[in-house]
């Protein structure tokens, strides 16, 4: 990739502590400028995903587990199962909890992770759960402007809903591009429940409040955003009365 790139050397915590300070011992270089980080996710997602502070403490599983409704392990492995060890595999943006480091015990030595976000602290933040990983990198760039590199699997794990959705599209097709022939792009996020399901109207509270490009989930399938769609084989799976879903997307 031609976005900047920290790689991960091996750390035997053991006899290499690593310092529990301010930001851990990495640095990252990025050729030109730093990526931008997008207007909207510092006007609505600050809160959660820039500042340091609730950054430690969303990272919690609890945390994540209380966000997705308990969901959160069903979700993770669902989309884990869609990974074999060994794989070259593409995690758009970081996730909190447990997810991270789990990813990449199911990819092993013999594969390899990537994982990009725009924001530094995401990076930082994940440096610490992956310093022990040898097979895994990080990237400070925005997803939408990776190369041309392609991977087995690309996972898009509730990623989606925050975009806005006039950017939604571009998301897609970006993420599309980066899969081989015969490799897949998973898809793990909202989508819109059945009528019935007692955690809708708080659910459409939430979003109205706090997530404001969520509903374009409720109006639209993920295969929709696509430009080329019949180029891949699309499979879909909801979980928790619709609440939640899973699109898999592999390549002709």
Not at 3 to 26: D, E, F, G, R
Request: proline letters at 8%.
């Amino acid at each position: 990739m031609d976005s900047a790139t920290v790689s991960l050397k091996h750390v035997n915590p053991a006899t290499h502590p690593v310092p529990q300070a301010k930001a851990p011992p990495i640095r990252l270089v990025t050729p030109g400028q730093k990526p931008e980080v997008p207007a909207y996710l510092e006007e609505i997602y600050r809160w959660a995903y820039l500042d340091p502070r609730n950054v430690r403490w969303l990272n919690h599983e609890p945390v994540v587990r209380l966000i997705l409704w308990n969901q959160h392990v069903k979700l993770r492995n669902s989309a884990f199962a869609e990974v074999e060890p060994g794989q070259n595999v593409l995690q758009s943006t970081c996730v909190y909890g447990q997810y991270l480091p789990l990813l990449a015990e199911r990819i092993g030595e013999e594969g390899h992770l990537s994982l990009v976000d725009v924001a530094e602290v995401q990076l930082t933040n994940a440096y610490r759960r992956l310093h022990r990983f040898p097979h895994v990198s990080l990237h400070h760039a925005n997803v939408m402007d990776l190369s041309d590199k392609q991977f087995d699997v690309a996972i898009s794990y509730f990623l989606l809903h925050e975009i806005p959705d006039q950017d939604k599209k571009r998301a897609v097709n970006v993420l599309l591009s980066k899969v081989r022939p015969g490799g897949k792009l998973v898809f793990i996020d909202y989508d819109k429940p059945h009528w019935w399901h007692p955690l809708k109207p708080i659910t459409s509270f939430v979003f109205d409040t706090l997530e404001p490009f969520a509903k374009g989930l409720w109006h639209h399938e993920i295969r929709d955003f696509a430009e080329e769609p019949d180029a891949f084989e699309w499979r879909k799976e909801n979980f928790f009365g619709k609440l939640f879903q899973k699109v898999v997307a592999t390549r002709r």
